[in-house]
């Protein structure tokens, strides 16, 4: 089992939609939890860091569930400027290390 | 605000060639990372610098060598290239445990 996994979709969504993404992770001493939008051959950049209570930011919603070691993204009123790839990112606590999902491609059709 | 710089964005080296990439934060980040990414994969770690004057391996260390010149700078040496090294590289530093890690925009390298 891959330490992280994602649906690499491609979702194809209209504008307007509502899109949810998932993340599951194996390892359960993951201690930190972030989606990162990464455009083609660009860099990743932070999205948002996902918190036990879950939090949101405008448009995304992330949650937690550390009982189905999962992280979710909603992704509400999608918009054309959303069309990215979206990276889940695990920080196993206390150390260095961070796994990266391979990513789950959206693209928001007009 | 420049954050995490990386030099160069692109090269081109026929195998056997060498060379170094640069990376420098100017956020007084702690922990420095080399990432590759490939089609279909995840990053995957190279190496790391968890402070100034330590550097240790990653998961595809191998035909890579890394020098954490200070706290600003981290770079990356192929002292061999070959085409398996053909991907896309980034840097990145982080201020502490569990922190939000910060990318440069990649260095793209094709080896011929």
């Known amino acids: 089992r891959k330490e992280v996994e994602q649906d690499p979709g491609p979702f194809n969504v209209p504008e307007g939609a509502t899109v949810a993404f998932n993340c599951t992770y194996s390892n359960s001493a993951s201690q930190s939890f972030f989606w990162y939008r990464q455009d083609c051959r660009k860099e990743p950049k932070l999205l948002m860091s996902v918190y036990s209570s879950g939090n949101e930011d405008g448009r995304f919603t992330a949650q937690l569930n550390r009982a189905s070691q999962y992280i979710s993204l909603l992704i509400r009123d999608s918009k054309l400027s959303d069309s990215a790839t979206y990276l889940c990112v695990v920080n196993w606590g206390g150390t260095y290390k961070y796994i990266f999902g391979t990513g789950t491609r959206l693209k928001v059709l007009a | 605000n420049a954050g995490v710089t990386q030099t160069p964005k692109f090269q081109v080296l026929k195998t056997g060639q060498s060379m170094t990439l640069q990376c420098a934060q100017d956020m007084n980040h702690n922990s420095m990372y080399w990432y590759r990414q490939d089609p279909g994969m995840g990053l995957r770690l190279i190496y790391y610098?968890?402070?100034?004057?330590?550097?240790d391996k990653g998961e595809v260390p191998n035909g890579y060598n890394v020098s954490r010149l200070n706290k600003r700078e981290f770079s990356l040496r192929l002292e061999s290239a070959a085409p398996s090294q053909t991907s896309v590289y980034f840097c990145a530093s982080r201020r502490g445990e569990g922190n939000i890690q910060y990318f440069g925009a990649g260095t793209r390298l094709s080896v011929l």
């Open positions: 610098s968890a402070s100034e004057g330590t550097t």
